[in-house]
């Protein structure tokens, strides 16, 4: 049943090459109910294995299924790290939908005891000092396995330094339900 959403984001996609629409949306919320509540996703990109775009939403602001649409217009044509896919590419494309928990706070008193409490492969992370955030989602531990390169590259992309873990961070944890092709 959730495989609908992979057809929702497939095909929010090929409205932008199309220039017309392709859902109904209230004909799908009519069929899929779920579809019609608030939560958050990442729509994840691949080709060949390899990313090509992903982004999503941290706290449910919307329903569903206007969420997987959003991202994944967003991943395909609005990632910073990669120009839009194009036509060609997106015969290629092998996408992920993340539905995510709400965040929850961990509290931690310093980088041993939060290694103790982060669950590899089970925990998405966000990481936020000062101004600063950013957040990978579970599926970056088979990429990151090891604390360290997990949360030094956590660090980086906050734009902090590799070691940010010292200054004591505020660290949140969610899960995700992953529905790929």
């Known amino acids: 049943m959730k495989d609908i959403l992979l ?10 090459f199309e220039n017309k629409p392709l859902i109904n949306k209230q004909d799908l919320i009519k069929e899929y109910p779920f579809l019609n509540e608030e939560r958050a996703t990442f729509v994840t990109l691949r080709i060949n294995n390899n990313l090509r775009g992903c982004i999503g ?15 994944a ?10 120009e839009p896919l ?25 980088p041993k005891d939060l290694k103790t409490k982060i669950r590899p492969k089970i925990d998405g ?5 000062a101004d600063k955030q950013a957040t990978f989602l579970p599926s970056v531990w088979e990429e990151l396995p090891m604390f360290d390169l997990f949360f030094g590259h956590l660090c980086m992309k906050a ?6 873990l010292k200054y004591h961070p505020l660290i949140y ?5 992953i529905i790929e092709e």
Do not use: W
């Not at 057809?7 to 932008?16: D, F, G, H, T, V």
């Not at 194009?86 to 310093?110: A, M």
């Not at 992370?125 to 000092?129: D, E, F, R, W």
């Not at 944890?173 to 339900?177: F, L, M, R, W």
């Open 125 to 129: 992370v966000i990481l936020s000092l």
């Open 159 to 164: 734009g902090m330094q590799g070691d940010c």
């Open 86 to 110: 194009t036509k060609e590419e997106y015969e290629n494309i092998h996408i992920e939908v993340s539905i995510l928990t709400i965040p929850e706070k961990l509290e931690y008193e310093n």
């Open 173 to 177: 944890t969610y899960q995700a339900e």
């Open 73 to 82: 217009k967003q991943a395909a044509f609005h990632d910073p790290r990669f």
């Open 7 to 16: 057809k929702i984001a497939r095909a929010s996609i090929l409205e932008e």
């Open 57 to 71: 939403s941290i706290l449910p602001r919307m329903s569903l299924i206007e969420d997987v649409i959003n991202n």
